[in-house]
């Protein structure tokens, strides 16, 4: 998920927000067209970090104008965006008093529960509080695409149950999950010991070390010789 909306992404009303952002970030007379633009990400399923904290930031010198539900969309989007810290940015610039209301505090333990890889008590969490995070459409799937990330640093081969654990999927919608990762991301299905279904996933730096460059040899000689005047 992107940080940006592309230019060939962006409605003309995209485009006038985030001229208003950039060339008057301050001027609380744009408060509407930020509202109204954390609306139209919801419904387009796209997202802008830069014009959700411009408006955060109008609300702390506005707060008799603050929406709490625009600051909630504001945060499910963050959330959808990890593992980029979009969450912890927007949170920084809302109100103690404001974070205290249940829904806040609801969207906060989600947010550890993701950042801590605790993929089960937030599926629980979230099922008990559909009414708030089901109002993004997205957020499942963005959700389920993060844990899948969590999951392809730690493992080389991955246990079925653990997959389904880890994206709130079970048969055979987790059997179609898996085939259509198998045709399109390089997934690959093995039998354990066991007989058990294990999910290959494609190597990387992370769950395949001797793929890991050596630091120090991608250091070019004259940069390390620079240094030593400096330390001396």
Request: charge should be negative; charged fraction near 20%; glycine fraction near 2%.
């Amino acid at each position: 998920m992107g940080r940006e909306i592309t230019p060939t992404q962006e409605s003309s009303m995209a485009y006038t927000v985030e001229q208003l952002v950039a060339v008057n970030p301050y001027n609380p007379d744009i408060l509407p067209d930020l509202e109204n633009y954390v609306n139209e990400q919801v419904s387009s399923q796209t997202y802008s970090l830069d014009a959700n904290l411009c408006l955060l930031r109008l609300y702390q010198f506005e707060p008799d104008r603050m929406s709490t539900q625009i600051v909630a969309r504001i945060l499910i989007k963050a959330l959808m965006a990890m593992p980029a810290p979009d969450f912890s940015l927007c949170l920084f610039l809302i109100p103690e008093r404001v974070q205290m209301e249940d829904q806040f505090k609801t969207l906060i333990v989600l947010s550890h529960y993701l950042e801590t890889a605790r993929f089960r008590q937030f599926w629980d969490e979230a099922a008990k509080n559909r009414q708030i995070v089901e109002v993004v459409p997205g957020f499942e799937q963005a959700i389920q695409e993060y844990a899948i990330h969590v999951l392809s640093l730690t493992y080389r081969k991955i246990p079925r149950t653990i997959l389904a654990e880890a994206i709130n999927i079970e048969g055979l919608a987790l059997d179609k999950f898996i085939e259509h990762q198998a045709a399109t991301s390089g997934w690959i299905l093995e039998k354990g010991i066991d007989k058990s279904q294990l999910i290959v996933l494609p190597s990387n730096e992370f769950n395949h070390p001797e793929l890991k460059k050596n630091t120090a040899d991608s250091i070019p000689l004259v940069h390390v010789a620079r240094i030593f005047p400096i330390l001396s």
